[in-house]
């Protein structure tokens, strides 16, 4: 079956504009995370959802960061007023179920660029 | 906290030439330990994971043996190919926490094996 997939794979936006990313999970999986990738860094956890429980926001690094889940399914990052250091990979995963033991299967990206 | 510390790269080997790649992590609880894999221009995947102490995990080659006594998850391979040239996460979950959900990943190690 299909992959995550992310949309876009690219974004270049100027710094203030808000930016919405995209996450289509495997069908059928409960967990999805949302992780960071900047330059020379590692991933760094943003956010994870579970089923219908409430997510586990305290990865986001400000209030200008916020996602949602709708029907247990895709997933939308969104950032507002983007700033320069916004700019990095913004990768999603998901898994089967949650516990830490799952297999995560992640998407291609999305590279922000923010001017 | 969790966390996960790994061999700082690029590392170049030439082709059939024996692979280390250094992982060390602190947990609180009984942390599962991952390595993933990115190549190039694909998303991460999992190449092994190892969920109990002493347990070891393979796959395509790869080993690594989960060390509580050295806090160690070591990724070895024995003859490497020019197709393992890719980044080498080293990543830590640890369900027995209030952060079990949540996986801590290392900044990566670049591997290039030449011809």
């Known amino acids: 079956g299909a992959g995550v997939s992310q949309s876009p794979s690219n974004k270049v936006t100027e710094k203030g504009k808000d930016v919405e990313l995209r996450c289509d999970p495997i069908?059928?999986?409960?967990?999805l995370y949302w992780y960071r990738q900047s330059l020379g860094q590692g991933l760094e956890f943003l956010i994870y959802?579970?089923?219908?429980?409430?997510?586990?926001k305290s990865g986001l690094p400000s209030d200008r960061f916020s996602a949602e889940r709708t029907g247990g399914s895709v997933s939308t990052l969104t950032i507002q007023r983007t700033q320069q250091e916004d700019s990095a990979v913004y990768l999603c995963?998901?898994?089967?179920?949650?516990?830490?033991?799952?297999?995560?299967?992640f998407g291609p990206g999305t590279r922000l660029l923010v001017l | 906290g969790d966390s996960v510390t790994q061999m700082e790269g690029p590392v170049t080997l030439s082709e059939e030439a024996f692979l280390t790649i250094n992982c060390t992590y602190t947990?609180?609880?009984?942390?599962?330990l991952f390595w993933y894999v990115q190549y190039p221009g694909e998303g991460l995947q999992l190449l092994l994971k190892?969920?109990?102490?002493?347990d070891k995990g393979s796959n395509k080659g790869f080993e690594a043996t989960y060390r509580k006594e050295t806090t160690s998850f070591h990724l070895e391979k024995g003859s490497v190919q020019v197709s393992d040239s890719a980044v080498y996460f080293c990543?830590?979950?640890?369900?027995?926490?209030?952060?079990?959900?949540?996986?801590?990943f290392g900044t990566g190690t670049s591997l290039t094996v030449i011809p």
């Open positions: 190892a969920t109990k102490a002493d």
């Open positions: 959802f579970q089923g219908n429980s409430a997510p586990d």
């Open positions: 995963a998901s898994s089967l179920g949650a516990g830490g033991r799952e297999t995560q299967y």
């Open positions: 990543a830590l979950s640890d369900p027995s926490t209030n952060t079990g959900n949540q996986f801590y």
């Open positions: 069908s059928g999986h409960t967990a």
């Open positions: 947990a609180t609880g009984y942390p599962s």
